[in-house]
């Protein structure tokens, strides 16, 4: 049930305004209880608006949550993403992808809650039906993943890869699982595994373990590899 003060706040809203204050509002329970287990009512009741008025902006969840993606796509972190792949393929870019990826997990979302509510969401996803998971891979990985393969192939040329065993399209999903699985320890207050390293050894130290198991040669990542001053390239 909508207090007064709601309706009258809802009724002042442009339809583009209130579609954004709903995505907003939603998060949260997202985040907390996941896609499945999620009512339309309990959205509804966030944002503060009938469930008719969610379903007027909004058909259906998954339409609710492909919105909210996309809002957390406005955040520093997808400036960053976007600006690396306007990056020119190469050993360099490729380092710099993969500290990236690793520094976007491993520091979590302090500082940025667009962020911590999308690991939220991933995680959360991952262990119901992965429908946003997918999702965001729809979005996101396609670019990404070619990207990181323009790279490969440039080290190549500049000598500067070894040859793996591994083919180069699982190399970039390894190298996202590592950073992934390290948030997932570090998630909890008490975080599952003590390290024993600052956030930012650990980024550093899982780069390195990252960037060798991809092939790239110990020298050439001595040589493009700048922790601190990638570190303020990291969303």
Same mark, same amino acid.
């Given at each position: 049930?909508?207090?007064?003060?709601?309706?009258?706040? *809802?009724?002042?809203?442009? /339809?583009?305004?209130?579609?954004? =204050?709903? $995505?907003?509002?939603?998060?949260?329970? #997202? +985040?907390?209880?996941?896609?499945?287990?999620?009512?339309?009512?309990?959205?509804?009741?966030?944002?503060?608006?009938?469930?008719?008025?969610?379903?007027?902006?909004?058909?259906?969840?998954?339409?609710?949550?492909?919105?909210?993606?996309?809002?957390?796509?406005k955040g520093p972190t997808f400036?960053?993403?976007?600006?690396?792949?306007?990056?020119?393929?190469?050993?360099?870019?490729?380092?710099?992808?993969?500290?990236?990826?690793?520094?976007?997990?491993?520091?979590?979302?302090?500082?940025?809650?667009?962020?911590?509510?999308?690991? *939220?969401?991933?995680?959360? /996803?991952?262990?119901?039906?992965? =429908?946003? $998971?997918?999702?965001?891979?729809?979005? #996101? +990985?396609?670019?990404?993943?070619?990207?990181?393969?323009?790279?490969?192939?440039?080290?190549?040329?500049?000598?500067?890869?070894?040859?793996?065993?591994?083919?180069?399209?699982?190399?970039?999903?390894?190298?996202?699982?590592?950073?992934?699985?390290?948030?997932?320890?570090?998630?909890?207050?008490?975080?599952?595994?003590?390290?024993?390293?600052?956030?930012?050894?650990?980024?550093?130290?899982?780069?390195?373990?990252?960037?060798?198991?991809?092939?790239?040669?110990?020298?050439?990542?001595?040589?493009?590899?700048?922790?601190?001053?990638?570190?303020?390239?990291?969303?």
């Amino acid at each position: 049930m909508l207090t007064s003060d709601k309706m009258k706040l *809802s009724s002042r809203l442009s /339809s583009e305004d209130r579609r954004e =204050a709903i $995505v907003e509002a939603v998060k949260g329970v #997202f +985040a907390e209880k996941g896609f499945d287990g999620t009512t339309t009512r309990e959205l509804a009741n966030a944002a503060g608006v009938s469930e008719a008025l969610l379903y007027k902006h909004f058909p259906s969840k998954e339409s609710l949550y492909a919105a909210m993606l996309d809002a957390c796509a406005k955040g520093p972190t997808f400036v960053e993403f976007n600006r690396i792949l306007a990056l020119e393929p190469s050993s360099a870019t490729l380092v710099i992808m993969v500290h990236f990826t690793i520094s976007h997990y491993v520091q979590g979302g302090f500082g940025d809650v667009n962020k911590a509510a999308l690991n *939220s969401l991933l995680a959360r /996803s991952l262990l119901g039906d992965g =429908a946003f $998971v997918r999702l965001t891979h729809k979005k #996101f +990985a396609s670019a990404w993943i070619k990207k990181f393969a323009a790279c490969l192939n440039e080290a190549i040329k500049a000598g500067d890869l070894r040859k793996v065993p591994v083919r180069g399209d699982l190399r970039v999903w390894f190298v996202h699982h590592v950073a992934f699985s390290l948030m997932l320890h570090r998630h909890p207050k008490i975080p599952a595994v003590d390290y024993k390293v600052s956030a930012d050894t650990l980024v550093e130290q899982a780069t390195w373990f990252a960037l060798l198991g991809v092939g790239l040669k110990e020298e050439a990542i001595k040589r493009y590899y700048n922790p601190n001053a990638l570190s303020l390239l990291a969303g």
